[in-house]
């Protein structure tokens, strides 16, 4: 029997880790995911999301994915909320992946706005009803226009909004303009999270409920700090605790995500190798250099 999520909504807020999927000799590394798992949990991020971007999600087999989602939920042992990443450009086959993935118990998906085939608002509007009317569970949505070449405007996502189970975006529009607008009109109850690291003060400052955030692998501490300072009201410190951070999350953007943090994360022993999967490589020695001295990591 499949786990119920009906009337269970929880309010998705706070610094969220996309995890990264670890290989090792071209296969799932899932000793060093578990350990990254625990990791993160311990430094006290609010929730977990496999199966993004960061995590290679399309370069995964569906059992992979499955195994993925199996192990995060045994290693977070309800600690901590799970949103999985279930998008794609067709909508069925998110549906399959749904009806798939629906024997196993986590909160929500983070859904990804169609990219390649470009459709407009109506179709947008429509695929995001068809995914949510497809699930109980919570339905984030995430709008890269950087990566889908298209833009989920702030009218559309609003309509959406009054779906029950739509309770979220992240926000990576790249656009400061439109980002604050939907800030200043979100109703009550529907979560905005950046997806643009370097924005995350901004975005927080300006009223976000957090940040769903690749960098915040490296220096998590620091993320998790501007996290309680906002919740604190204090302004000030969180522009203090941001400070060191700013200079470093551009360099993990400086290659393709998430090239650059496999190799931090592969310098501090939390994984046993930087290697991605193709189309992806690694990172030029250039940055390599670069990161090793800004997070001081031993070659």
Request: with cysteine.
């Amino acid at each position: 029997m499949r786990p119920s999520f009906a009337g269970m909504r929880t309010r998705i807020q706070g610094l969220w880790l996309p995890l990264i999927t670890p290989f090792k000799d071209g296969a799932v590394d899932f000793d060093s995911y578990a350990r990254l798992v625990e990791h993160y949990i311990a430094l006290g991020v609010d929730g977990l999301f496999p199966l993004g971007t960061t995590g290679e999600s399309p370069a995964l087999d569906d059992d992979e994915t499955d195994a993925l989602v199996e192990r995060t939920l045994d290693a977070a042992a309800g600690r901590v909320p799970v949103l999985v990443g279930v998008g794609g450009n067709a909508t069925r086959k998110v549906e399959k992946a749904l009806r798939r993935l629906e024997r196993l118990p986590f909160q929500g998906i983070v859904s990804v706005c169609p990219y390649y085939n470009r459709p407009g608002q109506d179709g947008l509007i429509a695929h995001f009803r068809a995914i949510a009317g497809a699930t109980d569970r919570d339905v984030l949505i995430y709008n890269i226009p950087y990566r889908t070449a298209v833009n989920l405007s702030n009218d559309a996502l609003l309509e959406l909004a009054q779906v029950p189970n739509i309770v979220g975006v992240k926000d990576s529009s790249g656009s400061m303009a439109q980002s604050l607008e939907l800030l200043a009109r979100k109703p009550a109850g529907f979560s905005v999270l950046t997806g643009e690291d370097a924005l995350y003060l901004t975005m927080m400052a300006n009223g976000a409920d957090g940040g769903i955030l690749a960098a915040s692998h490296v220096m998590t501490e620091s993320f998790l700090h501007v996290r309680d300072r906002f919740a604190a009201n204090d302004i000030d410190g969180a522009r203090a605790a941001w400070a060191p951070l700013a200079t470093v999350v551009p360099l993990l953007f400086g290659d393709a995500n998430p090239m650059p943090l496999k190799h931090c994360l592969w310098r501090q022993g939390l994984i046993a190798s930087p290697e991605c999967r193709l189309p992806l490589t690694k990172i030029s020695d250039a940055l390599a250099r670069r990161l090793d001295a800004a997070l001081k990591l031993a070659p």
